[in-house]
């Protein structure tokens, strides 16, 4: 890590400044630490929170920013990146920022604990999620039935891949107690830690995925980034990639948040109208840190996840009820009305 002094710090920042102001397309750069898409005229900063902005899972948010949409609809956005959804999650809830793109199922487990948060644009139907065994252990783990006395890698404790990785263990017959799970992050941490051994198998998504396969590093044992996979992992689908926030957030700024879900339509609706090519032109280059072919596959293989209007399909929430009662104290106890988790007001009202 590079530590700069006080007056280092402050003249780099001049200097950037004035380069901004030279050059007209600054505003629209992005970086793994934040996505700034220039100021709308009249209105504050929202600020959204993403488990992971070079994730092919959460791939709407940035894309909404260099197609130009949310400048367009009038409201200026500042997006940022933690590795997981739980930290992202703990940000909202602190008001450091007024939305996340992140898991839907965080809005259930949120509700039971007494918070609430809704869904506002539903991005995805299903996980969009591969659970990966190492080439060492592909052997001995041929399904989820061999979880037990594993090391699972997951992206952080209590993210949603962890909860996937536990309902997997459990459907199967592995109590959550008998398998050990590693929080590994994603990309290059987490193809170290397979390669490695620190972790048997784990959860993660592309462009990570199409990384460890061109290595031969891994093989797939469980896909969630399709329907098919997902109703025959998880018994139905799983709404998972969505913007959510504090619910009375959303209701006292619906106008802001209306621009937000008009933004992130148009790009569903974009994206599903554009080849995995034309969509990877429009992403920052340095996401496709395993090369252009492997991002465009990346891309390719994670699109049918994805819904083209921002609705939640009408048995996913039951579909997540049923996943995370099977392992979460929390949610096997508690009463949760689905209906406070998700709103389909806005998209429904989508430019």
């Not at 003249?11 to 992005?30: F, Q």
């Not at 949120?110 to 991005?123: F, Y």
């Not at 037990?148 to 993210?159: A, D, E, F, N, P």
């Not at 909860?163 to 997997?168: D, S």
Request: hydrophobic fraction near 40%.
């Amino acid at each position: 890590m590079r530590i700069f002094s006080k007056f280092t710090r402050t003249r780099a920042a001049a200097v950037a400044a004035v380069l901004c102001l030279a050059l007209a397309g600054c505003a629209d750069e992005v970086s793994h630490s934040g996505v700034g898409g220039g100021r709308a005229a009249g209105g504050k900063t929202v600020k959204i929170m993403v488990g992971g902005l070079d994730k092919v899972i959460y791939l709407p948010a940035v894309l909404t920013q260099r197609l130009g949409f949310f400048q367009q609809e009038g409201v200026d956005v500042e997006l940022s990146t933690e590795p997981a959804g739980v930290q992202a999650t703990t940000s909202l809830l602190s008001g450091d920022v007024q939305g996340v793109v992140g898991f839907y199922d965080h809005t259930l487990d949120l509700q039971a604990k007494g918070k609430n948060v809704e869904s506002v644009v539903q991005l995805a139907r299903t996980p969009g999620e591969v659970e990966i065994v190492s080439k060492k252990a592909a052997s001995a783990v041929t399904s989820p039935k061999d979880f037990k006395g594993r090391k699972l890698g997951v992206t952080g404790l209590g993210s949603s891949t962890d909860f996937l990785t536990k309902y997997l263990a459990v459907r199967n017959g592995v109590p959550v107690g008998e398998f050990t799970p590693v929080a590994v992050g994603a990309g290059q941490t987490f193809v170290s830690a397979l390669q490695q051994g620190s972790i048997d198998a784990g959860m993660t998504t592309d462009p990570t995925v199409a990384q460890i396969l061109a290595k031969d590093a891994g093989t797939v044992l469980v896909d969630l980034r399709t329907p098919e996979g997902s109703r025959a992992a998880l018994g139905g689908l799983y709404p998972a990639s969505s913007l959510y926030m504090n619910t009375a957030w959303a209701d006292s700024h619906k106008e802001t948040v209306q621009k937000l879900a008009n933004a992130f339509v148009r790009t569903l609706k974009w994206m599903a109208s554009h080849s995995p090519q034309e969509i990877a032109d429009r992403m920052p280059a340095d996401y496709a840190q395993g090369g252009r072919e492997l991002y465009v596959r990346a891309i390719r293989d994670t699109l049918p996840m994805f819904t083209d209007d921002g609705v939640m399909p009408p048995d996913g929430p039951r579909t997540v009820h049923e996943v995370l009662k099977a392992f979460s104290p929390n949610l096997r106890g508690a009463t949760v009305d689905l209906e406070r988790t998700y709103t389909t007001e806005f998209v429904k009202q989508a430019k």
